[in-house]
DNA sequence: GCCCAGGCCATTT
DNA sequence: AAATGGCATGGG
């Protein structure tokens, strides 16, 4: 059985496949259908126009995780108004900031450091398969993400053997933190944004980065504004082109106070524009020789 | 062999 | 506060 959502202007697989969640897989045969898991419950989703067609999940619950009540052109309309910017939003359209579990997303975001997208998925996917509770959807078997708990009972060396590296440590003791109740992820939710990310840094292998990401992606803190390697590039080469010397508490307080109440997804849409159209690392002639030159 | 990847951490200035 | 080096693994 099939249901339907709104979804207008919502680019499905743009969104699944701008970096910020790390499951969802191309259905083999099936152009523009995606399988994954909403949680623990199965779904497969594809878009026909401004629908969505869903097979699993309740449609609100579909909406909610994909958040289509955000207002995108409204969210657009608060981003500052110079050539990277206008650019990266154009590139981007349609993408929107997704409302991931918390541990999911925190524990993914554990794993990226120092990896490339592609591995963060096959990490993600190995622990999956060793440890994800099995959920059988169209004849072929899901597996949900472990829990806190679950990972809790694991042993350093069999999540390395799921590639994590140095990774395996940090996990382990992220997930030993909140199986304890050291730290509490309702209390994150509850607390304002900086306090909130002062709560996830006090977890192993969360620094700013990471907490930002959680914050962003799972805890729906908009203005969330993770600094990767990416976006420092975009800050140092674009918004600082003729600075020396830019520090990083500068380049933070730059960006907190540049790109708005909806930093995060300005930070999202530069990402990707970055990511998608830099080569070697650096930018396109044109994006340097057009960007702003900020104070 | 080299280089880099959605960083974090301990140590030293 | 800011710079430095170590850390595992995989791919170009």
């Known amino acids: 059985m099939t249901a339907e959502v709104e979804a207008p202007g919502f680019d499905l697989a743009l969104t699944l496949d701008s970096g910020q969640v790390f499951h969802w897989e191309p259905d083999p045969g099936r152009p523009g259908r995606f399988v994954g898991l909403i949680g623990a419950t199965p779904c497969a989703v594809e878009r026909h126009g401004d629908r969505l067609a869903i097979d699993g999940p309740p449609p609100?619950?579909?909406?909610?995780?994909?958040?289509?009540?955000?207002?995108?052109?409204?969210?657009?309309a608060t981003f500052p108004r110079d050539p990277a910017m206008e650019a990266a939003t154009a590139f981007a359209?349609?993408?929107?900031?997704?409302?991931?579990?918390?541990?999911?997303?925190?524990?993914t975001f554990i794993t990226s450091a120092l990896k490339q997208v592609p591995h963060i998925r096959a990490m993600s996917r190995a622990i999956r398969e060793r440890w994800g509770r099995p959920v059988p959807f169209g004849g072929e078997v899901l597996r949900a993400?472990?829990?806190?708990?679950?990972?809790?009972?694991?042993?350093?060396?069999?999540?390395?053997?799921?590639?994590?590296?140095?990774?395996?440590?940090?996990?382990?003791?992220?997930?030993?933190?909140l199986a304890s109740g050291q730290v509490d992820l309702a209390a994150v939710a509850e607390a304002p944004d900086d306090a909130a990310r002062e709560l996830l840094c006090r977890l192993p292998g969360v620094g700013v980065k990471v907490a930002?990401?959680?914050?962003?992606?799972?805890?729906?803190?908009?203005?969330?504004?993770?600094?990767?390697?990416?976006?420092?590039r975009v800050l140092r080469e674009i918004y600082f082109k003729k600075k020396r010397r830019v520090t990083p508490a500068r380049l933070r307080e730059f960006a907190a106070g540049y790109f708005g109440p909806?930093?995060?997804?300005?930070?999202?849409?530069?990402?990707?524009?970055?990511?998608?159209?830099?080569?070697?690392?650096?930018?396109?002639?044109?994006?340097?020789?057009?960007?702003?030159d900020p104070r």
Do not use: K
């Open 145 to 177: 993400y472990p829990s806190p708990e679950t990972l809790a009972g694991a042993t350093e060396a069999e999540l390395r053997a799921c590639g994590l590296g140095f990774r395996a440590r940090h996990l382990l003791g992220a997930a030993r933190a």
């Open 262 to 292: 909806y930093g995060g997804y300005a930070q999202q849409y530069l990402f990707h524009h970055a990511r998608s159209t830099w080569r070697r690392g650096q930018p396109p002639r044109a994006a340097v020789d057009s960007g702003p």
């Open 93 to 107: 359209r349609g993408m929107r900031i997704i409302r991931q579990p918390r541990w999911e997303c925190l524990a």
């Open 60 to 76: 609100a619950e579909v909406a909610t995780y994909f958040a289509l009540d955000h207002p995108l052109d409204a969210i657009v």
């Open 212 to 232: 930002n990401c959680a914050l962003l992606f799972g805890f729906g803190r908009l203005a969330a504004f993770p600094i990767d390697t990416w976006i420092e």
